[in-house]
Each structure stands twice: as structure tokens, then as C-alpha cells.
């Protein structure tokens, strides 16, 4: 328990991530764990050692979590599921693929054959759907940035043209104004936002009922919306949505190596009652 450290490995790359000891712990023993496990760690998992990224997460406030760290715009490909992404081990406090949506996204390319897919809030979802046979794919982002890393694992993995569309927009405004219908909607908002690119603040646990009411009636009938987030104290307020069949997945969709926290995130299947049917 000394050694707070997140260490996952993608292929030959590893990516730790120390999280800030409190003041508490003398921060010259705090140092000295790190120095070990940073020599331990290439030896151990049989890598290089300039393969070895560091950060280290302090808690985070609003939209700090996606603030840039870095300006390298150094990517390297890895695969996951058969499919090829780009991450960034330096740049920003995430890589690029949560790892702990590795089966939520496997869901969702199951899900996907001769549907429609509308991605929102999220960059790494639309291929897994392209991948399952989707009939075509839609990815709102309010971030140039996150928009174009789309684009990009899109086309690494044969995936472009007019079926693949990508739009710049605050996904909340788009949903209320929107009138195109889906048929498998994937909903992975932030806990929080205070964007200046976005109207007022957006609260996963405050907002959650209207967004989630916006965003099904954009569903044909018959069609899934999943919705994640990864607010840890997160409670879905089911009884305010009584024209909605929800179903939790969350320990579906919670991956082994995260089995010891199993607050990581919430998903749920969301779907429109047939006529006559009752919670």
C-alpha cells in the first residue's frame, strides 16, 4: 500500500501513474518508493526503460482531467480487440482508451451489425461499432482535439468516408436541437464540465435525467442507449424515468483488473417500454 501506483502495460510501452501522497507522508520516503519502483518496473514487466512514462494524478477539479500536460504530439499505435489506436502516454492525463471500457466497448461492436451508432461525449466507440457491422457512425465532441484522435483511429482501422460523420458540438445543445434518430446510442459523459466553449456547467449526478431523456428520444423503436460515466458515487434515479426499461450492467461491463474498485464506473442499457408495459 506504500507504493501508489497505477502501472499498465500497453504491448512494449508502460504507462505508471503515482498518485500524489498526501502531506502526511514525508515526501523524501515518498520519492525514494518511486525511485525503486521505477527500477524495478522495466526489469520486472521485460521493458525498456525509456519506454516507461510517469505522470502523477493529483485530484482534479472540473476540467483539469483534460488539460494538456504536454506538447510532444507523440503517438504510437497499439491494438486492442483486433481493432489499432493511437495513444499519447504524454501529453494528457489520459492515454486515449480507458481501459476500464475494454469490455463495454466489445458490448458495444456486438451490439453495433446494421445499426445506426450515434458516440457521444466519447472518441474511441466509433470503431468499435464500425468494426461490428454498424451501418454508419456519428461522433459529437465539443474538442477539435478529441474530434480529430477520432478521425484518426478511424481511418487506421479502414474506416472513412460519408458513413463515419464527426461533428463539433456541445453534445448536450446537439441532442435538445437534433433530429435524426439511431438505433444504438453510446453515452460516456464527464462528471464535470465548466467548458467556455459550453453553455452553464454540466453535473453528472445534478443533470443525468434530462440528459438521458434527450438523448433516448433520439432512439428508433427497439433501439439501445448505453450510458456510463465514472462518477464513483454515482445513483442512477430510476424512478424518474418510468417510460424507460434500465438495466445496470456495470458488473458486466467491470474488467478483472478492476475488480478490487468496482466504483470505477456505472453502464446501463436504457430502452423506450413497448405500449402497456409496467416498471
Known amino acids: 500500500p506504500e507504493y501508489a501506483l497505477a502501472i499498465d ?3 512494449r510501452w508502460v504507462h505508471v501513474q503515482e498518485y500524489e501522497p498526501p502531506k502526511s507522508v514525508d515526501p ?47 503517438f504510437r499505435e497499439v491494438k486492442e480487440g483486433g481493432l489499432r489506436f493511437l495513444v499519447n502516454f504524454t ?3 489520459d492515454t486515449g482508451l480507458f481501459l476500464d471500457h475494454r469490455p463495454t ?20 466507440a466509433s470503431v468499435y461499432a ?26 487506421l482501422n479502414g474506416f472513412r468516408g460519408r458513413r463515419h460523420m464527426l461533428v463539433r458540438d456541445d453534445a448536450r445543445e446537439w441532442i435538445e436541437r437534433e433530429k435524426g434518430q439511431w438505433d444504438l446510442i453510446f453515452l460516456d459523459p464527464p462528471t464535470f464540465s465548466s467548458s467556455k466553449a459550453m453553455r452553464g456547467t454540466f453535473d453528472i449526478q445534478r443533470d443525468h435525467v434530462e ?23 454515482f ?43 409496467t416498471a
Open 211 to 233: 440528459l438521458l431523456r434527450s438523448a433516448a428520444r433520439l432512439l428508433r423503436p427497439g433501439g439501445d442507449l448505453v450510458f456510463s460515466n465514472n462518477f464513483r458515487r
Open 28 to 74: 523524501n520516503r515518498a520519492a525514494a518508493r518511486l525511485n525503486e519502483a521505477l527500477a524495478v518496473i522495466p526489469e520486472v514487466l521485460q521493458v525498456d526503460p525509456s519506454n516507461v512514462f510517469l505522470k502523477v494524478r493529483r485530484k482534479q477539479k472540473g476540467s483539469a482531467q483534460y488539460e494538456k500536460l504536454g506538447a510532444q504530439g507523440r
Open 235 to 277: 445513483r442512477m434515479e430510476l424512478e424518474a424515468l418510468p417510460e424507460l426499461e434500465i438495466e445496470d450492467l456495470t458488473a458486466r461491463t467491470l474488467p478483472p483488473d478492476f475488480a478490487r474498485n468496482p466504483k470505477i464506473h456505472s453502464c446501463w442499457r436504457l430502452r423506450w417500454r413497448k405500449a402497456g408495459s
Open 130 to 155: 464500425a468494426a461490428g457491422g454498424a451501418r454508419s457512425t456519428t461522433t459529437v465532441d465539443l474538442s477539435n482535439t478529441y474530434l480529430e484522435w477520432a478521425s484518426r483511429n478511424l481511418e
Open 91 to 93: 501529453d494528457y492525463l
Open 105 to 124: 466497448r466489445a458490448l458495444l461492436r456486438e451490439l453495433a451489425e446494421g445499426r445506426d451508432f450515434l458516440n457521444l461525449f466519447a472518441y474511441t
Open 9 to 11: 502495460l500497453y504491448e
